[in-house]
């Protein structure tokens, strides 16, 4: 496979390998794969978690338990006043 660089990209590449970090530009390339498959896995456990929360969201309204969103803004305030006496 043949690969064209932009030249921003190929700058970058270039300042890595002066670095003394990586040894040519097949051990950039696998850094920056493996940093891809990394980010992806983070993605798809946050999405299982995510999808996790909502059902559980949507159960609990489904239950009765919601409040209105009245409330939960006022809730909230509250939450961003005290934070910020908090740092005071």
Known sequence: MNITLKPEQEKIVQTLLASGKFKNVDEVIQAALHLLEEDDREYQQWMIET??????????????????????????????????????
């Open 51 to 88: 999808r996790a929360k909502v059902e559980e969201g949507i159960a609990s309204l489904e239950r009765g338990e919601g409040i209105d969103g009245e409330t939960f803004v006022n809730q909230l305030l509250t939450k961003f006043k005290q934070a910020r006496e908090a740092q005071q």
